[in-house]
């Protein structure tokens, strides 16, 4: 039996060494090349069995590289790495035929098994070719949660199942039901999208699936529902929950027929319609409550997508800012702000309970209120200077006692003097941070004299250079 083989392209010395002992250690020989500007020769020299490739190079790119491979070589899988992981990048990868997307830094077990995965599925997989798409940034992030939906959105560009997008009130539900649509085989034709909550209940049938002339008081002409406008493309039903019960057994019916009648109408209407649908509710308790039917909650759970709270993708606080922030002073035709490190970092331990939205709004609201280019702590709104982090208030009493216990465990001494000068400082800094310095002041809210202060700085300064001795 021959020996399985691996090429391996990237310009990273340290990635390739890496895999090139991975591989080793799982009896499959690599080949290793730091770039390449023919493939196919490369191809025809070794005759892999698999290719994983990175996706910024010199010479041909990953992308390239891929297409090249689709043309010529559609049965050889090839998977795809990169360290400037988005959206982007994952389904211009998985619609130009990757077998896998891997965003780096990577598991190695996690790389091997994919491999081997790819190795495999290589002796028997003839993949079409599928033209790259072009470049449309919708979503941003680096967060773990936010790779795994990049790579399964990828996964559904070439798919045309029904899916149901959950997550709380802010985290970008539309965006993911565009994203859905732009990648699919769709993106040529309408995306129509209702939110359920935001129109009157005795208006939802008429806007779903249209009226007829003289079908009720007031139909002066006829009407085309959302199903009719979205025919040929995408429609996104958001907060489906709050759909009335009675039309859900409508919307069933055209989940699964295809067809429907128009409020008062006679003939039956034919679409050919991609619903996606979305929630902040859990869709189990109200099928348990009987409020949303089990039937349709099945017909529209085929793929489920869930979303990431901001504060659970917190490490993409910054860029996600950068962005809404130059966005804003595009569209205000004023220069771009930028966040002080400071702010990052106070802004970063917040709840966020508005997520993405309340972000972009403070970032837009910054942009306009901010008195200069650099946003400082101070400069942040009201509203989230007295914001509780994300640690509750009440529990620093806990959080404290639990300190001192591990400081008395480990058998240290003078622990209530560094607590007290930790103390001291953290007072003294927030203080005079709230008083923009003005020592008078920073006193005063303290409940102590001015000297108090300065003589609590000068110890904490005596202490600091004599530990660094």
């Known amino acids: 039996m021959n020996q399985e083989k691996l090429l391996i392209i990237d310009d990273d010395d340290s990635i390739r060494w890496v895999l090139e002992k991975a591989v080793g250690r799982e009896n499959i020989q690599a080949v290793s090349v730091e770039g390449t500007d023919d493939i196919l020769k490369l191809i025809e020299q070794h005759q892999p069995d698999a290719v994983i490739s990175d996706i910024r190079m010199s010479g041909l790119d990953g992308l390239a590289i891929l297409e090249q491979l689709q043309e010529n070589h559609p ?24 077998f896998e997307y891997l965003p780096k830094p990577f598991d190695i077990k996690e790389a091997i098994t994919v491999i081997r995965r790819a190795i495999n599925q290589g002796k028997k997989d003839n993949r079409q070719t599928i033209k790259k798409i072009t470049k449309v940034t919708e979503l941003i992030g680096e967060a773990p949660a936010m790779q795994q939906l990049f790579r399964a959105l990828g996964r559904l560009s070439r798919s045309e199942a029904t899916v149901l997008i959950n997550g709380e009130s802010g985290t970008g539900k539309e965006l993911v039901a565009k994203a859905l649509h732009r990648y699919s085989q769709r993106s040529k034709q309408p995306f129509i999208a209702l939110n359920m909550a935001a129109i009157p209940k005795e208006l939802v049938e008429s806007e779903l699936f249209g009226h007829e002339k003289g079908a009720f008081t007031g139909a002066n002409k006829q009407h085309s529902g959302k199903f009719e406008q979205a025919n040929g493309g995408t429609l996104f039903l958001d907060e489906i929950g709050d759909m009335p019960l009675e039309i859900q057994t409508r919307l069933l019916r055209v989940l699964a027929d295809g067809e429907f009648y128009r409020i008062g109408g006679h003939h039956s209407v034919k679409v050919d319609v991609r619903v996606v649908a979305a929630t902040h509710q859990n869709l189990v308790s109200q099928v348990e409550e009987g409020i949303f039917r089990e039937d349709l909650y099945h017909r529209l759970n085929v793929i489920k997508l869930q979303l990431p709270r901001l504060a659970d993708r917190i490490v993409d606080l910054p860029i996600l800012a950068e962005h809404f922030l130059q966005e804003a002073a595009k569209e205000l035709g004023v220069s771009r702000k930028i966040l002080m490190p400071d702010t990052i970092e106070f802004m970063s331990n917040l709840d966020w309970p508005g997520n993405i939205r309340q972000l972009e709004n403070v970032c837009r609201w910054l942009t306009v209120m901010a008195s200069g280019n650099e946003i400082h702590r101070l400069d942040l709104p009201d509203d989230l200077q007295t914001r509780t982090n994300k640690t509750p208030s009440s529990d620093w009493q806990q959080l404290f006692r639990q300190w001192i216990r591990v400081k008395l465990h480990e058998g240290e001494t003078d622990i209530a003097q560094d607590a007290q000068t930790c103390v001291d400082k953290i007072l003294i800094d927030e203080a005079l941070l709230a008083t923009h310095g003005h020592k008078q002041k920073a006193a005063k809210q303290l409940g102590w004299g001015r000297n108090t202060l300065s003589r609590k700085q000068s110890e904490h300064l005596h202490q600091k250079r004599k530990s660094k001795h």
């Open 75 to 98: 049965r050889l899988p090839v998977i795809i790495m990169t360290a400037h992981s988005d959206l982007d990048t994952a389904v211009a990868a998985f619609k130009g035929g990757a």
